[in-house]
T-cell receptor, first 115, second 110 residues
Framework: GAVVSQHPSWVICKSGTSVKIECRSLDFQATTMFWYRQFPKQSLMLMATSNEGSKATYEQGVEKDKFLINHASLTLSTLTVTSAHPEDSSFYIC???????????FGSGTRLTVV | DAKTTQPPSMDCAEGRAANLPCNHSTISGNEYVYWYRQIHSQGPQYIIHGLKNNETNEMASLIITEDRKSSTLILPHATLRDTAVYYCIVPTGTASKLTFGTGTRLQVTL
């Protein structure tokens, strides 16, 4: 149980375009999901907390207008990287939390490359 | 999150027990200790968590000191597939979000 599915697993896009990443909880409902970013050889950095039916909460230094988060249902949160630039190239990971026996479950991640 | 301190790296021979320490001296009474690991280019994987008592599951054992200021994750028979970065995390706050430190890079060798 407690599976989080993240798609796509990798994506290449051109500078200036937008990319949407989906995060789904498959067998449980998640009122809260989390989005992380990870650069090579670094740890995961929390970007934002996605709240079902309300606005996301962004960590300090994360541009909310650039990283749009939508959590329209109890099983789906999306992260849209708008007007992507090469410096946005990174590994993006979502998680849904608090399922007691399994801790917090993470998606498999999305490798974004902006060219 | 309560600050955690882990050694940056450790080596372990395959088949031997891997003991990964974590200090969390500022932990408060109702905060859990979680352990995750991240194999290269994958999302983190939940291993185990505990509050006060020692815990064991099919993956590992978690030993928490009586004062709760430190804990040790034990992989009883490490294999090459256990090579990963291991994170000890103490989530805090009502949102219970997880903040990752630098973790311990465990290298299991033949």
């Amino acid at each position: 149980g407690a599976v989080v599915s993240q798609h796509p697993s990798w994506v290449i896009c051109k500078s200036g375009t937008s990319v949407k990443i989906e995060c789904r909880s498959l067998d449980f409902q998640a009122t809260t999901m989390f989005w992380y970013r990870q650069f090579p050889k670094q740890s995961l950095m929390l970007m934002a907390t996605s709240n079902e039916g309300s606005k996301a909460t962004y960590e300090q230094g994360v541009e909310k207008d650039k990283f749009l988060i939508n959590h329209a249902s109890l099983t789906l949160s999306t992260l849209t990287v708008t007007s992507a630039h090469p410096e946005d190239s990174s590994f993006y990971i979502c998680s849904a939390g608090g399922v007691s026996n399994y801790g917090y479950t993470f998606g498999s991640g999305t490798r974004l490359t902006v060219v | 999150d309560a600050k955690t301190t882990q050694p940056p790296s450790m080596d372990c021979a395959e088949g031997r027990a891997a003991n990964l320490p974590c200090n969390h001296s500022t932990i408060s009474g109702n905060e859990y200790v979680y352990w995750y690991r991240q194999i290269h280019s994958q999302g983190p994987q939940y291993i185990i968590h505990g509050l006060k008592n020692n815990e064991t599951n099919e993956m590992a054992s978690l030993i928490i000191t009586e004062d709760r200021k430190s804990s040790t994750l034990i992989l009883p028979h490490a294999t090459l597939r256990d090579t990963a970065v291991y994170y000890c995390i103490v989530p805090t706050g009502t949102a219970s979000k997880l903040t990752f430190g630098t973790g311990t890079r465990l290298q299991v060798t033949l």
